[in-house]
């Protein structure tokens, strides 16, 4: 399959809507990264997005809205506090967990009752999915396992000829995925940290229960993707407190790769291959998947990465180092 280039304006959205609308598959921009959206209401196109992917079955799909109140199209009941995260932070990075409408293809959920949705607030991908019609499921456009692709061109790297097209813009501003809220709990409990805060969230709906009380068996129950790798280049990456000594660096063998807030001395900077130093917590969360795409590209056998403070943006950005790290 010849995966087509699409660039972001309406005549060839219009192209884009009708390979989606057709059963096809197509990667977009969001804000938070790149998705790659189907059909959320046709089995078969769903079934060729997991494919595509090599996503496992029992991991559900975000589906995507172009207005908030175009639920009813996803949803069959929208509990209070869902009603609530979405006037506070739709269009956005948040996504609700609510009573799945009948009409969404059962693969979507992996089979559960309830569907994650959420608006996002890239034009671009508010558009595509407007011109649909339909309710579009549509996860990170990446090999599952792998980092999400924050830019086109690394959606092309894992997915090249695997999908029908891709729609063309800038790097995603956000970098990292959306907040996830199960509003079917009361309170809410937070699934996925992403750029809404729980802080954010305990302001609107008045209590949240935090990723870090899910611990064990309930958080596999609730959100069964989190138990799969994620977030994983090919090099092994190693979570510090601060920069590493060019003495430290000695004990990895092979290409090196560093990045965070704090920069290397220029001695420990001699013996690694890629660097890069952020100059603020979001810059950071924008730019950590590409930098380990960036790392991987140049052959790094080890990259080594500043662990985030969890602060803000922080907590969700250290989630996904913790997940990057982890194997
Ligand atoms: P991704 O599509 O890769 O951004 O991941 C979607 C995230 O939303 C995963 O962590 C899923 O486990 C979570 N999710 C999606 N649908 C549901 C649902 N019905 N219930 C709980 N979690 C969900
Ligand atoms: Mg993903």
Redesign the pocket.
């Known amino acids: 399959m010849e995966t087509i280039r699409l660039e972001k304006e309406e005549r060839q959205l219009r192209q884009a809507a009708e390979i989606l609308r057709r059963g096809g598959i197509v990667a977009f921009p969001t804000e938070t990264v790149f998705g790659l959206g189907a059909d959320a209401t046709n089995p078969s196109a769903v079934q060729r997005l997991f494919q595509a992917k090599g996503r496992p079955a029992d991991?559900?799909?975000?589906v995507h809205l172009a207005e908030p109140d175009d639920w009813p199209l996803a949803v069959s009941s929208l509990p209070t506090t869902a009603r609530q995260l979405l006037s506070a932070f739709a269009p956005g990075p948040l996504?609700v967990?609510v009573p799945k409408q009948e009409c969404i293809a059962p693969a979507v959920?992996a089979g559960?009752p309830?569907?994650?949705v959420r608006v996002p607030s890239n034009p671009v991908a508010r558009e595509l999915v407007r011109l649909v019609g339909r309710p579009i499921a549509a996860?990170?456009a990446n090999r599952s396992g792998r980092p999400s692709a924050t830019t086109w061109q690394s959606v092309l790297e894992d997915l090249d000829g695997r999908i029908d097209a891709v729609v063309c813009d800038n790097p995603s501003e956000i970098g990292v995925?959306s907040t996830?809220v199960?509003c079917c709990q009361n309170p809410p409990v937070v699934?996925?940290r992403g750029a809404v805060t729980e802080a954010q969230i305990a302001a609107v709906v008045g209590q949240v229960s935090s990723p870090g009380n899910l611990q064990g068996d309930g958080a596999m129950v609730?959100?069964?993707?989190?138990r799969h790798p994620h977030y994983q280049p090919t090099a092994r990456v190693r979570l510090v407190d601060s920069p590493p000594s060019a003495d430290e660096l000695r004990s990895l063998p092979g290409r090196i790769a560093y990045c965070g807030l704090q920069g290397l001395s220029r001695a420990a900077a001699s013996r690694v291959s890629v660097a890069r130093t952020f100059t603020s917590l979001e810059e950071y969360a924008r730019d950590f998947y590409e930098f380990l795409r960036l790392a991987d590209r140049d052959g790094a056998a080890w990259i080594v990465v500043e662990r985030a403070k969890p602060e803000g943006i922080g907590a969700a950005l250290l989630d996904r180092q913790t997940r990057a790290a982890d194997r």
């Open positions: 991991n559900p799909l975000i996504t967990v959920t559960l309830t569907v994650a996860p990170s995925e996830v199960d699934l996925r609730n959100s069964p993707g989190v």
